[in-house]
Structures are given as C-alpha cells and as structure tokens.
C-alpha cells in the first residue's frame, strides 16, 4: 500500500512540475477539474449528458491549456527538454492526445453517415437522440483509451504503473482543484507563469 501512493504522488509530481508552468494552464485545468467532478456526479444520473460535459468542457479545456498556453521550450526548472519528457510521459503525451482527439472528432461523424453503426444500434430519430447515442460513444471511448494505455504501461512497463497511473486519473480532478484553485488569482495579479519555486525544495 506504501508503494502504491509513493508511486501516485510520483507520478502527480512529475506531471504538475513538468507539464503546468502556464497560470493559463493551471486556470483552465480548475475549470476542467470543476466540470469532471460535475460530470461524476452526473454519470450517475445520465451516463450520456456526464460523456458530453467531460469531453465538450472538461477535456477541450484542459487540452487547451497543454495546446496553447504550456511552455514547449527548454525547461529551465526542472533541466529538461520538452522532448525528453514527452517521451518519459507517463500518460498521453501530446503525440497520443492527438491521436485520441482525432477519434473523438470522428465519433459525432460516424455516427452522422451511419446512425445505426451497421446495424449495432437503432438509429436516432432527432437532435436529441443523436447527442445521447454521441455522448454514450464518447463515454465509451473515455473508458477505452483508459485501458487501452493500462495495457500500453503493462507492456512497456508493467501493470501497478498502469493501474497506478489509471487512479491518478480517475482522481486528478479533485487533485487538481486543490493544487490550482488559486491559480486564477495568480493570473489576475499578471502572473503569467508558475515561478515553481516549491521545485527546488523537493
């Protein structure tokens, strides 16, 4: 059990120093915190309106945050080029967040050209319909590229990493609005980058 939360907060350190130097990125990623606890809350009312608030809010905010606003050059904090930690990334780097955008565009396309997925599903009759079938499909993608990168760490790595880094996941958001919540302040005052001064005293 020690192992397991020595390798949690390994990992949730390596993320926060690496990854969120942009106030930008840490406002949006409390944001997206904020709408993923939502979208928990109602996974247990409508699994398919939960599916379209994470993906619509939660993950198009957070990924704009690593997009747009994260810093790509030499990390000076932490002595690492952005190409050395995209390629040590526990989780999906930028290379397979792409990847994983590219099929979650193409969900609410599939689904246009072909309602009944061959014959998998009866078609939508209306707007209505057709964003539940799209929110059940996104959740269901959700759920799959979990899994699909637990068995990616199982192979390059081995299974407790995958696992390890499946709860970190699941558990970011509540993390997540605790390490940023005055990430907005910081922003207001002009503070555009993390100074990450609590690195050096790690």
Known sequence: MNNFFQQLKTQRWDDHRYYHHSRINQSLHLLSA???VTAYALLFVNPAWAALLAWLVSMTSRQAGHFFFEPRGYDTVNQ???AHKEEIK???NIRRKVVLLGVWALVPVVLWLEPSLLGQMAPASGV???LNDVGLAWLALGVA???FRV???WI??????????????ITDPFH???LYHKAPLALIRGEMIDPMEHINHK
């Open 34 to 36: 904020i709408s993923f």
């Open 80 to 82: 690492a080029t952005d």
């Open 90 to 92: 526990i989780g999906y």
């Open 128 to 130: 209505m319909e057709f």
């Open 145 to 147: 590229g979990l899994l």
């Open 151 to 153: 068995l990616q760490l």
């Open 156 to 169: 390059q790595q081995d299974l407790w990493t995958g696992i390890v880094w499946a709860i970190k996941i």
């Open 176 to 178: 997540d609005i605790m």
